[in-house]
């Protein structure tokens, strides 16, 4: 497998709640060996989210949720695109929705407890770090006899398919055509398979399985999960190219 060098950035999560006894115990700034940023009202968090850019937000919807994350999703805002998960008092689906529709990612249920805040921002950093992408890559190439032509003009292929079939998916489940939601799920599946991103896969394989059981809430739930790793993966374009570039230029030599 090929070696790569690369400097990974930390991953850095805004929680915006008030005190509360899991961040009292929690260590926050050794979280995942990452780091964690506590606000606790609008007015700091606003402008928080305003100047620092992070790869997770956590919001309390008692913190004025809808107005923190009318600002997060304004084009110019440099958290126009990070994942936020609204912090809730209930469990209603209709509600959930409406945030959703707001902006947010995903939304759980109070009380906040140190068990939530791991497995979450576990779950939202897995596959930040490009390394398990380009190993993929890797073993695309060695799938493919390391004819580096035809790898390059894979992933070429995959980065103009993705943005326009998790689109498509999103749209399809918003107007409740299951059928359309799940053959576009089905053309991503086979891509990132082809591709061994097999995280993105399995999370299809759940959403695939999700809309044949007819199941909206595992639905919504695996897409937005889906979505996610789709991004990251996207933000990670300019790495895995120079990645292919510089494995084409070293077998040329």
Not at 55 to 83: Q, V, Y
Not at 108 to 131: A, C, R, V, Y
Not at 223 to 245: P, Q
């Amino acid at each position: 497998m090929l070696t790569t060098t690369y400097k990974h950035q930390p991953f850095v999560t805004l929680i915006a709640h008030q005190p509360c006894d899991a961040l009292n115990r929690l260590k926050l700034t050794t979280l995942f060996n990452n780091v964690c940023v506590l606000t606790q009202t609008v007015d700091e968090t606003a402008i928080t989210i305003t100047n620092q850019a992070f790869g997770l937000m956590i919001i309390d919807l008692n913190i004025n949720g809808a107005e923190l994350i009318s600002i997060a999703r304004k084009p110019d805002c440099i958290n126009f695109a990070t994942p936020a998960i609204a912090l809730t008092d209930n469990n209603d689906t209709t509600a959930h929705k409406n945030l959703i529709a707001a902006g947010f990612d995903e939304c759980l249920p109070k009380p906040l407890t140190s068990t939530i805040i791991k497995e979450t921002i576990g779950f939202w950093h897995d596959d930040d770090n490009p390394l398990s992408h380009l190993n993929a890559i890797d073993t695309l190439l060695a799938k493919c006899k390391y004819n580096h032509g035809l790898v390059l003009k894979i992933c070429h292929q995959l980065f103009e398919d993705l943005p326009l079939q998790i689109t498509e998916i999103e749209e399809a489940l918003q107007q409740g055509t299951y059928k359309n939601a799940f053959e576009a799920t089905h053309k991503i599946n086979g891509s990132v398979k082809i591709c061994c991103l097999n995280k993105i896969g399995e999370l299809a394989d759940s959403l695939e399985r999700s809309i044949i059981e007819k199941n909206t809430h595992d639905a919504d739930l695996y897409f937005l999960a889906l979505k996610h790793r789709i991004i990251v993966f996207l933000k990670h374009r300019e790495t895995i190219f120079e990645h292919l570039y510089k494995a084409s230029s070293n077998v040329k030599q």
